[in-house]
């Protein structure tokens, strides 16, 4: 269901929530919900990926400190494989949205669909395009979800965790082919799980 909003006016106590992190094989699905204080605006929000890791940086710092409030949270591995990936991203946006320190009026949720929540909610394709505060959740979500790959990169060397993120790059393939999956991997999705198999029954 999409609101009858004009959704650049739509800012007092309403909460943007997004997610980074569905597609990769490894890592957590990384979640932010944000509230932003229309007497402190905040220039050049837009959609996270549309932005350069500099500018993101940059906002992250910015958002943290001129939001009325903020939340980062996550689903790990073990829950997105008990779960599935659809179902985790969904814990993790409530626990994002039932975090921050301000209760929201409304949250409008980035995608298709909503989580279960205290307070009414409405999905936005493409929200992070269209709303502010969806944008800013964005950013929060990528810039946190980037620097945790980047320290598991330092655990895990050999797969280019800091460079691909965890998505099934040709190179993230061939790593995991040649030198199995970690920890970190998502035991549930198709490369991993093949891999598994085979190491099992080969």
């Not at 990936?85 to 009026?105: D, F, N, Y």
């Not at 949250?107 to 669909?113: E, F, H, T, V």
């Not at 810039?143 to 800091?162: C, F, Q």
Request: proline fraction near 7%; charged fraction near 25%.
């Amino acid at each position: 269901m999409q609101l009858g909003l004009d959704f650049s006016t739509v800012e007092e106590l309403v909460a943007g929530v997004d997610e980074v992190g569905r597609g990769p094989l490894c890592g957590a699905v990384v979640t932010a919900a944000v509230i932003l204080d229309p007497a402190r605006p905040i220039l050049g929000l837009n959609d996270s990926k549309k932005l350069s890791e500099a500018r993101r940086e940059k906002l992250f710092d910015e958002i943290r400190e001129k939001a009325l409030a903020w939340c980062i949270a996550r689903a790990d591995v073990e829950e997105i494989d008990r779960l599935n990936i659809l179902h985790a991203t969904m814990l993790a946006m409530q626990r994002a949205v039932e975090g921050l320190s301000v209760k929201p009026k409304l949250a409008l949720i980035d995608g298709n669909r909503c989580p279960k929540l205290s307070m009414p909610s409405a999905p936005v394709i493409g929200g992070d395009a269209q709303v502010p505060a969806i944008a800013a959740a964005s950013i929060l979500a990528k810039v946190s979800r980037d620097r945790e790959m980047r320290e598991l990169d330092a655990l895990y060397p050999g797969y280019g965790i800091a460079l691909h993120k965890g998505y099934p790059t040709p190179v993230h393939l061939e790593a995991l082919t040649r030198l199995g999956p970690t920890p970190i991997h998502r035991r549930s999705f198709a490369p991993v799980r093949r891999l598994l198999e085979a190491a099992t029954f080969g």
